[in-house]
């Protein structure tokens, strides 16, 4: 029997048919599953993957506002926007961070702190699909690299942007602040919408405080982007509304001339104009770049700023408290006179000192064998210490303080000055809440020379000399003279910074009336002498002068001397010396401008303090006016 006999070609043949009917079956079920799942999809689910597919290819991305810019009362650029390029990563389109940056790093310069800060701004994203800058400030030589190379670079973008540029530099950045990254506490407070096309927000000085101003509103675009998150083209486009303009009372001329007055010395300027109010100068010494802090500071000359004895980053003309010393005894002859412990007739004998017990302790006059025979008007000409320590001794000590609040001091006394301090204006309460003590008579002499427990900022005191000036009047100092809204017109400002519950409205101050309105004329009378007088403490500045000026020389001591010892400037370490001040008016019939200048260590207010008025007051009335 041969195998062709074994086989059942029958039965084969049913198996096969049998077993292609069963694999056509499988093969119709799974084609008519596969068009069922297809119509789910691209039919019932249409709207749905429409959707997350334009996610996939379609961006909304957000378009930054040009900030606002800033300029001097004489329409002098003080804040820009420059064009700038930096190399960006945008983390959903780049499959290795670290690769990425390693490959940029091998076609352009990228260093270790960009490197962290990177990662740092990356962690603190505010949305995806968020681009974040890797270096900035690119040169077109490093653009072309970039570009080169870009199919080595998913995700990586080379992006143009207007960075924050203050031309004038170190000259007013105590004065616009500066703009700087978002940090993390910012970005709990801030409107995350209103900020997506930026990283930026304002720091310090007019930058923070008009921040809302000169932010603008941010815009939006649709763009079509490809795998590799490159932008194939803008489908829909909203434009950003830019920020407001600002124009500033400050006089960009007289600040720089107020610069180069002080040189090299530690000190502070601030000069008002007496008819508005507004702040022409606001020197602090030594400055800085605030260009450094734009898109980042590196930390070697962070630390050099942050660590240098000079304190550049210290803005001393409203921080800055000062023993004001002298340039107070003004304002105590006003109280004084006002509360009836004296008048003009009232002479007392000065032999150098003052005992306010018998063998107690000496309270010294700078002169030391005294002046004789003052009255009020030679006790202010030539500085007479002991003429004040005689009226303070027997006046109430919160009485004089009331008066002397008056004039701004103890007060933030700025609108729109978001960073000033209030400086000290002590009293008895103040001493029993502050140090727990009871004051003693001691206290008031001390307070009216503008020594012991009394500070006080150059703005307090260029606010108080400009009330004075104006005999009584209250303006309240502020930088910024218009904003330049939307529709094109300019309008005045009416911004006021937010005060405690605890404090004393400033706005709610009124012109001061005195009793014998003649007290004014003849206050002003005696500062004129100060200046233009035979024996005036500041006479030398007042020389040639083409104009009247009413000064008040100041000096306030850094260290205590013994009862026993005498300053001796030659042997006391340069940071130990005293500080120099001056307040002044010009001219003294009709003031335009209110000057106060501190010069830290610089000795006496008359050699070290008023020459730098004098120049300042030159500039503005004499050099301004030709």
């Known amino acids: ?9 029958y039965g084969e043949t049913r198996t096969f048919s049998g077993r292609a009917l069963v694999f056509w079956f499988v093969l119709i079920f799974l084609t008519l599953l596969l068009v069922a799942r297809m119509f789910y999809l691209q039919v019932v689910q249409y709207d749905r993957y429409t959707t997350l597919s334009n996610k996939n290819r379609v961006l909304l991305q957000p378009i930054a506002p040009n900030r606002g810019l800033i300029y001097d009362r004489n329409a002098r650029l003080l804040a820009e926007n420059t064009a700038s390029h930096s190399v960006t990563i945008t ?7 670290e690769q990425t940056i390693a490959t940029i790093s091998e076609i352009i310069s990228v260093s270790e702190r960009d490197r962290k800060k990177f990662m740092t701004d990356l962690k603190q994203r505010r949305r995806p699909y968020q681009s974040v800058p890797l270096r900035y400030r690119l040169t077109e030589e490093e653009i072309a690299k970039l570009a080169v190379n870009a199919h080595r670079l998913p995700g990586v973008s080379v992006e143009a942007q207007l960075v924050r540029h203050y031309p004038l530099k170190d000259s007013t950045a105590h004065v616009l602040g500066y703009v700087g990254r978002i940090n993390e506490q910012e970005l709990k407070n801030i409107d995350v919408a209103r900020y997506a096309g930026t990283d930026s927000i304002g720091k310090l000085g007019v930058e923070k405080f008009y921040e809302a101003e000169l932010l603008g509103q941010v815009g939006f675009q649709k763009v079509e982007i490809n795998a590799r998150g490159r932008v194939l083209r803008v489908l829909e486009r909203s434009a950003p509304a830019p920020g407001m303009d600002l124009q500033l009372y400050l006089d960009a001329r007289l600040q720089q001339v107020a610069e180069q007055a002080l040189g090299d010395k530690r000190g502070a300027v601030v000069a008002i104009d007496t008819e508005t109010g507004g702040i022409l100068v606001m020197v602090s010494n030594p400055s800085f770049n605030p260009n450094l802090f734009v898109t980042g500071i590196d930390f070697d000359s962070y630390a050099e700023l942050r660590d240098s004895p000079d304190l550049p980053l210290f803005n001393r003309a409203i921080r800055g408290q000062y023993p004001p010393g002298s340039t107070l005894k003004p304002f105590v002859a006003l109280a004084g006179l006002e509360l009836g412990y004296i008048n003009w007739e009232h002479t007392i004998y000065d032999p150098g000192w003052l005992q306010l017990t018998k063998g107690g302790r000496y309270y010294r006059d700078w002169k030391k ?13 030539q500085s007479c210490d002991t003429y004040f320590y005689e009226m303070a001794q027997r006046m109430n000590v919160d009485a004089m303080h009331d008066f002397i609040w008056q004039f701004g001091f103890g007060q933030q006394t700025g609108r729109d000055i978001g960073e ?5 204006l002590p009293s008895s309460d103040w001493k029993k809440n502050s140090l727990g003590q009871s004051w003693y008579r001691g206290d008031s002499l001390n307070l009216s020379i503008g020594q012991g427990y009394m500070l006080a900022t150059p703005l307090q005191l260029a606010t108080a000399t400009a009330v004075l000036a104006n005999r009584g009047r209250w303006l309240q100092p502020h930088l910024v003279k218009q904003i330049k809204y939307k529709d094109g017109e300019d309008k005045s400002v009416d911004k006021t910074v937010q005060k405690g519950s605890t404090e004393r409205d400033l706005t709610s101050l009124g012109d001061m009336q005195l009793k014998n309105g003649e007290d004014w004329e003849k206050i002003i009378h005696a500062m004129e002498l100060v200046v233009h007088g035979e024996h005036g403490t500041a006479r030398k500045t007042g020389q040639g002068a083409q104009y009247k000026m009413a ?3 100041g000096t306030a001591q850094v260290i205590g001397i013994k009862q026993d010892e005498e300053y001796d400037e030659k042997n006391i370490a340069e940071r130990n010396k005293d500080h120099g001040l001056f307040i002044a008016f010009a001219p003294v019939k009709a003031p335009k401008i209110a000057i106060a200048i501190i010069v830290e260590n610089g000795g006496g207010g008359s050699t070290a303090a008023a020459p730098v008025a004098r120049k300042i007051l030159d500039a503005y009335l004499v050099e301004g006016s030709s």
């Open 1 to 9: 029997m041969n195998n062709f006999d074994l086989k059942d070609l």
């Open 91 to 97: 983390k959903e389109h780049t499959p290795d961070i």
């Open 369 to 381: 064998w005294g002046h004789g025979r003052v009255n009020l008007e030679t006790a202010i000409v």
């Open 420 to 424: 000033a301090l209030k400086g000290v």
């Open 551 to 553: 000064g008040k020389t």
